[in-house]
């Protein structure tokens, strides 16, 4: 499922005090700033590297698993998902016979007593903002048909049989999966990498999110270098 994003630049006002419109350049890829008085260039406004379409590929299992997971402390709302990002203190409820976090911010008044919960409409997974991801869809798809403006294309996740020639095992988002000790009476935490079928139906291993923003930031780097 692929997601959209469009940079932000700053374009100082011209010297006749007027601020400038963007226009596609003509000589060049990419767009310039002109002013809209005396159609003088604004000061960095060649932006055809700074305002990019964002192509970032997101399998539909990696956007069900986040939603279905997730809880909150119905006190401070902090977020956290019982299957990705878990809580230092997990709880077992034997009557439910299921497993639940325990809130770890320290500035919450339930900070290790308040027991996370879903919020309501999350256990539809993605089928709840279907009709959205949809939309996005279709402008994603328009997006990569224009011409002109430099595209920056991103992937979260690696497939699980070549993902040690690419990755570290730290750039990978763990899954977490919780046994009760009846013996000790607490929770066995274990963990090992998510593993989820990408959109062709291929075992891939999901990344975290800092090193799909690295990948961001180089890729837009070096097409910085590229025009300057």
Do not use: H
Not at 111 to 130: H, N, P, W, Y
Not at 194 to 208: H, P, V
């Amino acid at each position: 499922m692929p997601m959209q994003f469009i940079g932000f630049v700053y374009v100082e006002p011209c010297t006749c005090g007027n601020f400038p419109e963007f226009r596609v350049n003509g000589k060049r890829t990419g767009w310039i700033a002109r002013c809209k008085k005396c159609d003088k260039r604004a000061a960095g406004s060649d932006i055809s590297a700074v305002v990019n379409s964002w192509n970032e590929t997101i399998q539909s299992q990696t956007i069900d698993e986040r939603l279905k997971f997730r809880v909150i402390c119905p006190l401070c709302q902090t977020p956290r998902n019982t299957k990705l990002l878990r809580t230092k203190e997990v709880g077992y409820d034997a009557s439910k016979k299921e497993f639940y976090l325990i809130c770890d911010n320290p500035t919450c008044q339930g900070f290790g007593t308040a027991r996370m919960v879903s919020k309501q409409g999350d256990e539809l997974g993605i089928e709840a903002i279907r009709e959205r991801i949809e939309v996005d869809r279709m402008v994603m798809k328009t997006l990569l048909e224009l011409e002109g403006v430099d595209k920056i294309f991103l992937r979260n996740s690696v497939p699980a049989d070549k993902a040690g020639e690419y990755v570290d095992d730290y750039e990978i988002t763990p899954a977490y999966l919780y046994e009760w000790d009846e013996k000790q009476k607490k929770v066995l935490v274990r963990e090992e990498p998510w593993t989820i079928k990408d959109d062709s139906g291929k075992d891939s291993y999901s990344l975290l999110p800092q090193p799909v923003a690295l990948a961001l930031i180089k890729q837009l780097a070096n097409n910085l270098l590229t025009i300057y």
